[in-house]
């Protein structure tokens, strides 16, 4: 007759084998992070290299993914802190929150367990510099998430970090910028984007309507925003077009056109997102029918054979 072993044997290999599974699956996301600015939601931004480095405005939230976290459970053990560099006087005691995400722009990616960094002055500007760390008390185990944040106003924005460009052709040495800069463009469209050890970029933006969008979408108003070089930079950064509500915004990609008109604020008056790269941008007074045929060709020559 088989024996059965006793039933603290049984629960203590339990309890080991949870604790090793527990421990190899609740960490911190290292490929992306949620940014709230005033008013907003929770929007992804993609990490460089596990890092968060952004430029932002006062009041701005900042959350970390927890990967593995399902239930109020799996937090059990658990403690979020912050090793700081820089400007721990700026910001409120991390805690964690479970709360709906979303995509760059506006889609709802579901409800997630986040570590939040949030100021404790909604005004406040400065640097916040260090690690966000999820420790496990019983091993003191760590996984890090290091961060650079410029919260800086508008009000602050200093001749010597902004640059104008009314070109469709402007190379722009960053060296002069105090690790950020704000690039404007023909007084409407900007960027701010960090800028410490960024390389020389041609930031020339094109406002010439694109004539296959004219010809496929007609009776439909569009304004153009088309940076051809396509620059791409070191860092992530904020992206605003001004516009007005119940218009929308359309990232022209190859082969079509992505929507991008939840990313509208009415705070900001505008769109905003998030990003390396500027492309091609068309803000549309109606939406953009994917389906669409393409604008009429061309007459052929005279004589020429169907």
């Keep these: 007759m088989r024996r059965m072993l006793p039933v603290w044997v049984l629960l203590f290999l339990f309890l080991f084998s949870w604790s090793i599974f527990a421990d190899g699956t609740v960490y911190l996301d290292q490929n992306e992070a949620f940014i709230e600015t005033n008013g907003d939601r929770p929007r992804r931004?993609?990490?460089?290299?596990?890092r968060l480095r952004t430029v932002q405005e006062p009041g701005t939230i900042f959350c970390f993914p927890i990967v593995g976290a399902q239930r109020a459970e799996d937090l059990s053990g658990l403690r979020v802190?912050?090793?700081w560099n820089k400007g721990e006087e700026l910001a409120a005691r991390p805690r964690i929150?479970?709360?709906?995400?979303?995509?760059?722009?506006?889609?709802?990616l579901g409800y997630r367990y986040l570590a939040v960094l949030s100021p404790i002055d909604m005004g406040a500007t400065g640097t916040m510099q260090g690690?966000?760390?999820?420790t496990r008390r019983a091993s003191e185990e760590t996984v890090s998430v290091p961060f650079t944040i410029s919260l800086q106003s508008r009000e602050q924005e200093g001749r010597d970090n902004l640059y104008r460009c009314n070109s469709e052709d402007l190379w722009?040495?960053?060296?002069?910028s105090e690790d950020w800069a704000t690039l404007l463009f023909y007084d409407s469209v900007e960027f701010v984007v960090p800028t410490e050890g960024q390389s020389p970029l041609n930031i020339g933006c094109s406002i010439r309507p694109l004539t296959d969008y004219l010809e496929r979408y007609p009776g439909i108003e569009m304004r153009f925003f088309c940076w051809e070089k396509r620059p791409v930079f070191d860092y992530p950064g904020t992206l605003l077009f001004p516009a007005q509500e119940g218009e929308f915004l359309y990232r022209i990609v190859p082969g079509g056109f992505t929507d991008c008109s939840a990313s509208y604020l009415a705070e900001k008056r505008g769109f905003v997102l998030e990003t390396r790269n500027l492309g091609e941008f068309v803000i549309t007074s109606e939406p953009l029918d994917p389906s669409a045929p393409p604008g009429a060709l061309p007459n052929p020559p005279v004589g020429a054979c169907p």
Excluded: A, K, W
């Excluded at 929150?97 to 709802?108: A, D, F, I, M």
């Excluded at 690690?131 to 999820?134: P, S, T």
């Excluded at 722009?172 to 002069?176: H, K």
């Design 97 to 108: 929150e479970y709360r709906q995400t979303y995509s760059e722009e506006g889609e709802p």
């Design 45 to 50: 931004v993609l990490l460089d290299e596990g």
């Design 131 to 134: 690690e966000i760390r999820i």
């Design 81 to 83: 802190t912050v090793n």
């Design 172 to 176: 722009v040495n960053f060296s002069d």
